[in-house]
């Protein structure tokens, strides 16, 4: 199968860096997605890979290595809202909009 | 640029019933993405709609079944519903193939 593995929780300080790692297999791959899903909302699009390297917008920045299947969210200056799960999402080559989504990492920022 | 709109956003159905959930994609979007996501399992892919032709089926038992319309809007089906069935059922829109999709709100269904 095609498995996606995320941390199920993770809680930070508010201020801080935070590094969410996601790690698939890499055969067939065609791109990664990072969404922020609030309770109860719909999942939110923040950022998409498909070559290696680091990809940066404003606060959020995510990392893609396809040749070890590893990818990270990379969360700075941490503010409340930003509590909420986040989930890592491979597009494998030959299914269209079929996206493989991860469990879903349960962020929970403190003050 | 209206978003992704679903309808219904809540539904309450029992065993044995029948339900149609409706997705209005973003305008200009021709592809639809359906997507059922429960605690237990996440988000799992059911379908994927593209000019009127579904591209792409999920693992789903034939009870989920959906269409697209000339207009790119989406409707899914479940019939014969079973407990297990009550989750968030989420539609998703893009432009063409393989790039970036939008959900919608979500429909969720609870089954009695």
């Known amino acids: 199968g095609q498995n996606i593995d995320q941390p199920t929780e993770m809680t930070a300080t508010e201020g801080a860096i935070v590094q969410i790692n996601c790690t698939y297999q890499t055969s067939g791959f065609n791109g990664l997605f990072w969404y922020q899903q609030h309770a109860g909302e719909a999942p939110t699009f923040l950022s998409y890979n498909v070559l290696d390297g680091l990809e940066e917008k404003g606060r959020f920045s995510s990392f893609l290595s396809r040749s070890k299947g590893y990818s990270y969210l990379l969360l700075k200056e941490l503010q409340m809202k930003d509590s909420a799960s986040y989930l890592c999402?491979?597009?494998?080559?030959?299914?269209?909009?079929?996206?493989?989504f991860g469990a879903g990492t349960r962020l929970a920022v403190h003050p | 640029k209206a978003g992704v709109t679903q309808t219904p956003r809540y539904l309450i159905k029992t065993r044995g019933q029948q339900v149609t959930l409706s997705c209005s994609p973003i305008?200009?979007?021709?592809?639809v993405s359906w997507y059922q996501q429960t605690p237990g399992q996440g988000l799992q892919f059911l379908f994927e709609?593209?000019?009127?032709?579904?591209?792409n089926k999920g693992n789903f038992p034939g009870r989920f079944s959906g269409r697209q319309f000339s207009n790119s809007r989406s409707e899914m089906n479940v019939s014969t519903l079973e407990l297990g069935d009550s989750a968030l059922y989420l539609c998703?829109?893009?432009?063409?193939?393989?790039?970036?999709?939008?959900f919608g709100p979500g429909t969720r269904l609870t089954v009695l």
């Open positions: 999402a491979v597009a494998f080559s030959g299914g269209y909009n079929k996206l493989i």
């Open positions: 305008s200009g979007h021709r592809s």
């Open positions: 998703a829109s893009s432009v063409a193939g393989s790039d970036t999709q939008y």
């Open positions: 709609y593209f000019s009127e032709t579904q591209r």
